[in-house]
Nanobody, 119 residues
Framework: QVQLVESGGGLVQPGGSLRLSCAASGSIFSNNYMGWYRQAPGKQRELVATITSGGITNYADSVKGRFTISRDNAKNTLYLQMNSLKPEDTAVYYC?????????????WGQGTQVTVSS
C-alpha cells in the first residue's frame, strides 16, 4: 500500500527558511498529482500548493512568491521550499498523493510535520 512520510519540519524564526520533504512508497502510478496542505489549531485544513506528474504547479495566494513546490519522480519524493516564513505559516503540513489509473482514483495522506514560525 502507498505510504507518505513527511520530514523537515521544525522551529524557525520569522523571515527564515525551511524545506519539507515527502517520501512516497508503494504502488505509485505515473498519472498522479501531489500537494501540500496545512492546518493550524482552530482553523480548517487549507491547500498550500499542488504539482502534477508533468510539473504543472498551483499555489495558494498566501504563499505565492515565497514557497516553491517541486518533485523528483525518480525518487518518488515531493518537496516544499519555504522562504520568508511568517508566524501565520505555523501549522501542521500534510503531504497528499492522488493517483488516477483507468478511471480509478485513490488519495493518500501523510501523518504531517509541524512547522512553527516564532520569535
Amino acid at each position: 500500500q502507498v505510504q507518505l512520510v513527511e520530514s523537515g519540519g521544525g522551529l524557525v524564526q520569522p523571515g527564515g527558511s525551511l524545506r519539507l520533504s515527502c517520501a512516497a512508497s508503494g504502488s505509485i502510478f505515473s498519472n498522479n498529482y501531489m500537494g501540500w496542505y496545512r492546518q493550524a489549531p482552530g482553523k480548517q485544513r487549507e491547500l498550500v500548493a499542488t504539482i502534477t506528474s508533468g510539473g504543472i504547479t498551483n499555489y495558494a495566494d498566501s504563499v505565492k512568491g515565497r514557497f516553491t513546490i517541486s518533485r523528483d519522480n525518480a525518487k518518488n519524493t515531493l518537496y516544499l521550499q519555504m522562504n520568508s516564513l511568517k508566524p501565520e505559516d505555523t501549522a501542521v503540513y500534510y503531504c497528499r498523493l492522488t493517483t488516477i489509473r483507468y478511471a480509478s482514483q485513490s488519495t493518500y495522506w501523510g501523518q504531517g510535520t509541524q512547522v512553527t514560525v516564532s520569535s
